[in-house]
């Protein structure tokens, strides 16, 4: 039988429910009905739960859907929720750019039965290894070329500092703009019900309660950002992750410190960031956890501008269990980060629920 207790209880605290009484409950029920089975290390996630585990040994009916970074895990929980088995392949905090896959990775894929992956050249690395590994090679679903085709400046993908046309690899972030991220749950419900048909209806209701929230949080962006000093709605980042926010919201991406090689920058093109950063008074400077950069700091401190090292793209905040370690947490952080530091307010950003909306 399935362990029903030992699941309740962590689908409990995945959607941090009104987790006492679910918890007396599932715990009742795992201690009433004996089932042997605990809850395996590899399924715990917490209620942010965008680092989701599986390693799909579970033989249950479930769809084992393995993806990469961990704002796709997240996405890709809030529609499959308890139905599917989920595991994000590149652990959070690290470069996704520049993964290279691990041994236990191709077992994984070969338990998977599918990969969705965001695409655009991000993930090259565990492509390679998933065509190679994966049961039906062709369960490859790429959630950027399914969103975006074509380099329109206005409604294609964008090429950039960073992401040069020469280089023939677009600028993968397409996930930063939550109009996009709604897309990719669409997808995810489209690809889980195509390969699971008989949860269907689950998998579009739990888009629908996703999709509300981030209609909310995109609602609250196009606010807040009001409160943001016409002058100052411009970034300056130093991992270039915010083309499409800022086309989607009509901010300006000014520069992006980190060449397209992903070392760091030459003298000459320090010299001319300072310069540019004085000319365009540009108040604040913006890094990541991930991207650790004294270039940065330094480029700030010239510049005059403030820095500031905690925006995110790929990590979401706090830790498996932190309810805000989730897509929509690590969005919202990242708006009242953005806002303050420029000038403005995140009131309204801050209102939006930020921890996983699936359910039971
Ligand atoms: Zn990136």
Redesign the pocket.
């Known amino acids: 039988m399935v362990p029903g207790g030992v699941m309740r209880l962590s689908f409990a605290v995945l959607h941090g429910l009104p987790r006492l009484l679910l918890l007396t409950t599932a715990l009742g029920v795992a201690f009433l009905t004996g089932c042997g089975e605990q809850g395996t290390s590899s399924e715990a996630v917490g209620p942010g739960a965008s680092s989701a585990s599986s390693d799909f040994k579970r033989d249950d009916g479930k769809l084992n859907v393995a993806t990469t970074i961990a704002p796709l895990t997240s996405i890709i929980l809030n529609v499959g929720g308890s139905r599917i088995h989920l595991r994000g392949l590149i652990p959070d905090g690290v470069d ?2 520049t993964y290279e896959p691990r041994p236990s990775d191709a077992e994984i894929l070969s338990r998977a039965d599918l990969l969705i992956m965001n695409g655009a050249h991000l993930e090259g690395t565990t492509e390679a290894l998933a065509k190679t590994n994966l049961k039906d090679p062709k369960k490859i679903y790429r959630l950027a070329e399914a969103t975006l085709s074509g380099d329109d400046p206005e409604t294609g993908f964008l090429y950039d500092f960073s992401f040069p046309k020469e280089g023939g690899a677009p600028n993968p ?1 397409l996930w930063m703009d939550p109009l996009y991220a709604m897309k990719y749950a669409d997808l995810t419900r489209q690809w889980l019900s195509e390969n699971d048909p008989k949860n269907a209806d689950y998998y579009r209701a739990n888009y629908e309660k996703f999709a509300a929230v981030l209609r909310q949080l995109d609602e609250a962006i196009r606010k807040d950002q009001l409160t943001v000093p016409t002058a100052n709605r411009k970034l300056l980042t130093y ?1 270039d ?1 915010w083309a499409y926010w800022a086309r989607e919201y009509g901010w300006t991406v000014i520069g992006a410190v980190q060449p397209s090689d992903f070392s760091e920058p030459s003298a000459k093109e320090v010299a001319d960031l300072i310069g540019q950063i004085k000319r365009e008074r540009v108040p604040a400077v913006f890094g990541s956890e991930v991207f650790p950069s004294k270039t940065l700091q330094a480029i700030a401190k010239e510049g005059g501008a403030t820095f500031e090292d905690q925006l995110s ?2 990590a979401p905040p706090g830790d498996v269990r932190d309810v805000r370690h989730t897509y929509l947490g690590m969005l919202v952080e990242d708006m009242q980060i953005m806002f303050k530091r420029l000038g403005g307010s995140a009131i309204e950003v801050s209102k939006v629920p930020v921890a996983n909306t699936a359910t039971d």
């Open positions: 996704s750019h972030h991992h992750s793209d790929d």
